[in-house]
């Protein structure tokens, strides 16, 4: 082949260079995302309520799960890839989960992103996606029909 040809980026390709930038732009990357995972964690660790469960499931070894979920949050917050998992099987798992603990792990995440992020449009772009991340958790691990379906009602 003599032509010269430069293969164009993929739709894919572009979305992901779109959100990165966007997140850019509201102060987002993975040193605040780290940041924002520890603290959060420190918050739920010191949660009367929601401490005791995580407890249970992780006991001292935090530094997987702290891995596990920074790789979680890029993946969610900068399009990163680099999450692979199945959060849906994992919460089934925890005992003690109520469907109101939701809202108080919402709580948590809101004041931690007040506390921390750099810009007020980071706590709106990374509270629309816990939100809807809790609603996908509590919608599989509660409201879920004999046949497996989610319910919509």
């Known amino acids: 082949m003599t032509a010269q040809f ?9 979305k992901r260079a779109q959100i990165r930038e966007a997140a850019s732009i509201m102060g987002i990357d993975e040193a605040y995302l780290s940041l924002m995972v520890d603290e959060f964690y420190i918050r739920i660790r010191a949660d009367a309520h929601l401490g005791p469960i995580f407890e249970a499931e992780i006991g001292d070894d935090w530094g997987p799960h702290l891995d596990r979920m920074k790789r979680f949050w890029a993946s969610v917050a900068l399009n990163a890839g680099s999450y692979a998992g199945k959060p849906v099987a994992v919460h089934r798992r925890l005992r003690g989960v109520v469907p109101e603990d939701f809202s108080l792990w919402l709580a948590l995440f809101r004041a931690t992103l007040e506390d921390t992020a750099p810009t007020p449009e980071a706590v709106q772009y990374l509270m629309v996606r816990a939100e809807r991340i809790a609603q996908s958790l509590r919608m599989a ?4 029909t004999e046949t497996g379906v989610p319910s919509l009602g």
């Open 6 to 14: 430069a293969l164009e980026p993929s739709f894919a390709e572009r």
């Open 141 to 144: 691990m509660f409201e879920r």
